[in-house]
């Protein structure tokens, strides 16, 4: 993203980085919210069950996204044990890439109807950037946050599909060299290997498979 401030493009900076806290913060409010719907109150105490990205956002994470083209957020906290279904885990997980799936598809569909119908706020280069990125932006951390390796939100979701005794490896092995891994796919993301060019490319595809309007 900083190329952008190299080549002057300072107007197209700005709107990446809103879709990016915009994409980021609903990301984190739908783990919130799902895990108020399944009886764990720990992100509503804490300040996190809203879409202010003053609650959400991680400064350090942001500048991240800035600086190297990924970054993250501050995660959302949760007791397991107040849950109230066996499944919560894995919905609580997949809720924030289904939050981003959804913001994609409001997004491209609202842009594709009002320039069909010729709103002016839909006319003109600035808005048709804005809003197609938003909804690309959306479907890349979608897509990312599926990976199950460290942290993402995949490593919640793949044991629920695994037989029992593979679930177990798995976690064990993730356990262990999950954030590794991960750091390692970074690592040679920076070093020129196109890891996350063909994330990107795979949101690209989405798309028109989202697009009704």
Do not use: C
């Not at 609903?26 to 720990?42: M, P, Q, R």
């Not at 990976?147 to 599909?161: E, F, K, S, T, V």
């Amino acid at each position: 993203m900083l190329q952008l401030l190299y080549q002057g493009q300072i107007a197209a900076f700005i709107l990446l980085l809103i879709a990016i806290v915009m994409a980021l913060t609903f990301h984190e409010y739908g783990h919130a919210l799902t895990a108020k719907l399944y009886g764990d109150d720990t992100a509503e105490r804490m300040g996190r069950l809203n879409l202010n990205p003053m609650s959400h956002i991680d400064p350090l994470g942001l500048l991240m996204v800035a600086i190297i083209g990924f970054g993250y957020a501050k995660p959302v906290m949760t007791n397991p044990s107040n849950f109230t279904s066996r499944w919560a885990s894995m919905v609580v997980a997949a809720a924030g890439p289904g939050m981003n799936l959804l913001l994609a598809i409001v997004t491209i569909n609202l842009f594709a109807f009002g320039r069909n119908q010729g709103w002016d706020i839909f006319e003109g280069s600035g808005p048709e950037f804005f809003f197609v990125y938003l909804a690309i932006i959306n479907l890349v951390l979608m897509i990312f946050n599926l990976i199950p390796l460290g942290p993402l939100d995949g490593h919640y979701i793949l044991p629920y599909l695994l037989p029992k005794h593979l679930a177990i490896k798995y976690q064990e092995y993730n356990s262990r060299y999950g954030i590794g891994a991960l750091l390692v796919l970074m690592a040679l993301s920076i070093m020129g290997v196109p890891i996350f060019d063909f994330i990107f490319n795979l949101g690209l595809t989405i798309l028109p498979y989202i697009t009704f309007v």
